[in-house]
């Protein structure tokens, strides 16, 4: 089991979740970056799909928070593949070699999409009962979603074959502006058919607060108890269609913020 | 829900899978191949790893069973990449965009390899309970079984998505000369550290006779109640450490054969 790390490396530091760890966290650990642009750390330069050239980003590590991808849930095949399927490999084994104890995997609700696409938009009121959790069969909603499901099977195989500390957060929506109210939700970028009220209906469900964000991957850091865990990853919110309770209990994640219940801007 | 094919392209047709398939399935089916190696059927030579090279193949046709992998279990990466994870992907895609309408996908027991990696050599003995059926949650112990969650994901997505009717079959052990006490065995690749009496103890637990094999494959193809499954395909053995029962009572699947009891050649 693992001991609170010291030196944390971040993958994909310059994108939105990359940036609130790197801001939140600088505090507590000894950070550095591995990104395509600089940022205000100890940064390496380089591409995740070229396995030598990130592996002295790795040396004396404790712990790394891999969130370099292709983020978009539209993401073509041509992006799949080297930023995320041979990244997240090329990361993990990059942690192995350099005998890094812990890797917090980005993972995604979109390796369960499937079920919101059926169940939408009655799945986000506040009245329907259905949730999903780490149990769940995968129903991948797109080829991001599958790339998901594959780093997923990738962290348990580091896991049972080489006793890394794995930890895949299937983070919900979490927002540049921080506000599941915002008016620029009604124009994200979605798979689904719904209006604008049945948008910010579905943030209600699905909104990660930045700083919930960043307290559940300190739990999966810090955690004394687990070295293997899928969880999901929202606020306190109003509705809940992803069970959040497995997190509370194995990690102890414990969210303050909780999005407004209504489901205007 | 299906109709029963005619035409049925295999894919990795000069394996030693894909020979059984075309030895025991030409009389019932239109077969074609698609494979590195020239078959006695009309046949494509193309590499699954180039999308534009094997899209003729799958023109006019009903029914994929998609054999063409790095088959060993011990593959590295080198080869994981190309042959399962970007042929996996043209394979699905070649499928989707020719408007076929079943795909047969070899997935594996190395899906789940992690449960016999911790269980064995118990795990094989006669009066060893224990069972893993299509809900355990995935244990891959090899990149090989990654790229088998892998290939059941972007089967999942495929079939959500676009309705393609996928069944992805974690086959068992099938072997050259159909002889689960062939001296052969003792000396057999594996990732397990045990003796000849227990690899023996374990082809009891694991062998997929060839009639099997073709009659749980022609199953799937001519299924009319059931558009998606993950199903464990072994002969009716005396122990059984993957669960048969879900593809019996959702395919028929009926196996004829069955493993000797003892543990000896």
Known sequence: MGTRPERVLVTGASGLIGQIVMERLADRYQLSALTRRPVEFPSHIANIEDLDAILPAFERIDAVVHLAASPAVDTPWESILPDNLIGTYNVFEAARRAGVETVVFASSNHTIGGYETDGAPDLYRLDDERAYDHTAEVRPDSLYGVSKVY????????????????????????????DPRSERI?????????????????????????????????????????????????SNNPRQFWDIGHARELLGYAPVDSAPVGDEP
Chains 1, 2 share one sequence.
């Open 151 to 178: 780093g997923e099977a990738l962290g348990r195989y580091y896991h049972d074959k080489f006793g890394l500390r794995v930890f895949n957060l299937r983070i919900g929506s979490v927002l540049a502006d921080d």
């Open 186 to 234: 009604a124009s994200s970028t979605s798979l689904l058919d719904i209006t604008p009220a049945e948008t910010y209906a579905r943030y209600r469900g699905t909104w990660l607060s930045q700083r919930d964000c960043a307290e559940l991957i300190v739990r999966c850091l810090e955690s004394t108890e687990v070295d293997w865990a899928v969880v999901y990853g929202i």
